[in-house]
């Protein structure tokens, strides 16, 4: 008897992660009949796509991707209809490159996409319907003989029939330890940090012709993104957010938070070519801000321990690796478990 014979039996899933990969998988395994509850140890949920509130920025700060690319005809197809559904927006800004010894030059700009109000709305709105824990860091799992348990420092959340992982290797290293080929595979992964700032400029702004600015070979930065020039977070006051470079970020992990985002607004008035005054300034560290894997598969499903992985560093870099590998998590998944509607 084929799977889609079978009587549907909904399971309970646990999905710890609410970033995108995470929210995908949740929503594709929610749509498909079976009971999902979702944990995740910051106060809302984005992940790397979230945005940072800001009394004085309209809809909250982008610190983490500034923007969304697409190179894959399906991940394109999935933001053309999240267009559709209000939830992202084209945006083509005025693209340069700056390489070490030639400067700045103008280049054709790629159309990107960014979450509207906020780069975390796609995910809010996949899991719109999901009961999501918030400030919950799921610290170990409890494998038993007919159910998977999630547990954090205080408490431990069901019995669950399956937990998928939708987590940055670093942070899946603690979860995974019965699962030691997973576990040998997430070790392998080299985290990849970055420093963010963000300035908000006094007026006028920035007499400068571009809107983003990709650097190579800079000493501290790699990208400059005119925040203020993204759809849905025009405003008065320009607003800039600055990306360092890996080695920078690296050499600078343990600096105090306020000299980061100095040296990069001192960055940014060299790159201009103009002195800046600002009226706010703040800096964002991110431990994980890409990750990638050697291997090939965008994710696993480990059907006898309960067991599920996903995530960018699976599926490939950036948010549209995330979303791939969502997307082959929920299909492994569907097709060992089952949809309601059998299709
Ligand atoms: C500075 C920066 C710039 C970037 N620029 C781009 C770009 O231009 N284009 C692009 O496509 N991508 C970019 N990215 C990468 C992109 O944001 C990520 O690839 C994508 O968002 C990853 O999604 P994810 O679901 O795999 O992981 P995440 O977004 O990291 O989600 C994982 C979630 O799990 C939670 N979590 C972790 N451990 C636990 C635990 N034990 N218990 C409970 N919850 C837990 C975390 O809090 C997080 O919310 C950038 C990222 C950063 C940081």
């Not at 500034?66 to 190179?71: G, S, T, V």
């Not at 999901?130 to 003989?145: D, F, N, S, W, Y």
């Not at 925040?227 to 470079?245: C, F, I």
């Amino acid at each position: 008897m084929s799977k889609s014979q079978e009587a549907f039996v909904a399971r309970y899933i646990a999905v710890v992660g609410a970033g995108l990969a995470g929210a995908v998988l949740a929503h594709e395994l929610h749509q498909a009949g079976h009971r999902v509850e979702v944990f995740e140890k910051s106060r809302g949920p984005g992940g790397r796509l979230s945005s940072k509130r800001h009394e004085s920025v309209v809809a909250g700060l982008d610190m983490g991707a500034p923007a969304l690319q697409a190179e894959e005809p399906g991940w394109l197809a999935q933001l053309e209809q999240w267009q559709q559904q209000g939830w992202v927006q084209p945006w083509l800004p005025r693209q340069g490159s700056w390489l070490a010894g030639e400067g700045v030059r103008l280049i054709a700009g790629q159309r990107q996409w960014v979450g509207v109000p906020s780069m975390h709305t796609p995910v809010k709105a996949l899991l719109a319907d999901i009961p999501v824990q918030r400030g919950v860091r799921i610290e170990k799992l409890e494998a038993h003989r007919q159910h998977i348990t999630p547990v954090d420092a205080v408490r431990s959340y069901g019995q669950f029939d399956f937990v998928a992982l939708a987590v940055p290797a670093p942070q899946a290293e603690p979860l995974l330890v019965h699962s030691p080929s997973l576990l040998e595979f997430a070790r392998q992964v080299q985290p990849d940090p970055c420093w963010v700032s963000a300035i908000q400029l006094q007026q006028p702004g920035l007499d400068w012709p571009l809107d983003w600015v990709d650097l190579q070979g800079h000493p501290q930065l790699t990208r400059v993104v005119r925040h203020t020039a993204k759809p849905g977070r025009q405003q008065e006051s320009e607003v800039w957010v600055l990306y360092a470079n890996r080695r920078w970020s690296l050499e600078h992990l343990q600096a105090d938070k306020a000299w980061v985002a100095e040296q990069m607004a001192q960055a940014l008035a060299e790159l201009v070519g103009q002195s800046l005054s600002w009226q706010a300034l703040q800096s964002h560290r991110w431990l994980y801000a890409r990750l990638q894997a050697q291997g090939s598969v965008p994710a696993f499903f480990d059907y006898q321990r309960r067991i599920a992985l996903c995530a960018d560093w699976l599926g490939g870099t950036g948010a549209q690796g995330a979303w791939r590998s969502g997307m082959a998590c929920a299909r492994s998944m569907l097709a060992a478990l089952g949809r309601k509607d059998g299709v």
